[in-house]
């Protein structure tokens, strides 16, 4: 499908999963705030991508539509987590590319994470067996041109059909 009235492309395929061109941090906003109504305490996001592909931007943008539009989101890099007491849940944000072992994640209090808030995790294959299966996955690539980005959603369990509900909006 090809999203009607507007220059961004979205594209639905057989598997469920959704293709949206980002082409600016604009749209990755407008992304972020057609996700952020479908998420609930407990739940999982993952995001894939290289490096500066745009996941912590995506990242920020959701924490900024689910709370405070000013909140500050400083990318955790080096703490490798930051949290966030949200009007809904609290929200645990992850970067997980400097973590040594996955076991060392739960020096991150990633069981309280994984139990009520929800956890958006950055290099999600840092965790090996403990990332969760039940979750979203967001893939961001570069597009050609190098500019702009491109967003692939999918997802596990009951992700499935609110995806599609993502897709009705
Ligand atoms: N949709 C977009 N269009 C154009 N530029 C973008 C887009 N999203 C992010 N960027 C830019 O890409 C750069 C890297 O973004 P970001 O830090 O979010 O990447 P990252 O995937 O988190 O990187 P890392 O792997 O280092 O954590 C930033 O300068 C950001 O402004
Ligand atoms: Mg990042």
Redesign the pocket.
Known sequence: MIAAGSHIRETTASDGSITID????K??AALAGRLAPLLRGGDVVA?R??????????A?ALIRALGDPAEPVP?P?FTLVQTYSLPAFDLWHF?L?RLESAEDAFELDIEEAFAGGVSLI??PDRLGRWLPERRLEIA?NFTDDG???RAVLSGCGDWAARLASLRDD
């Not at 991508?49 to 995506?58: I, N, V």
């Open positions: 980002l082409p600016d941090e749209a990755t995001f991508g290289d490096l500066g592909a745009g996941k912590t931007s995506l920020r990318s890099t970067d590319y950055e290099w961001l500019e702009s980005r």
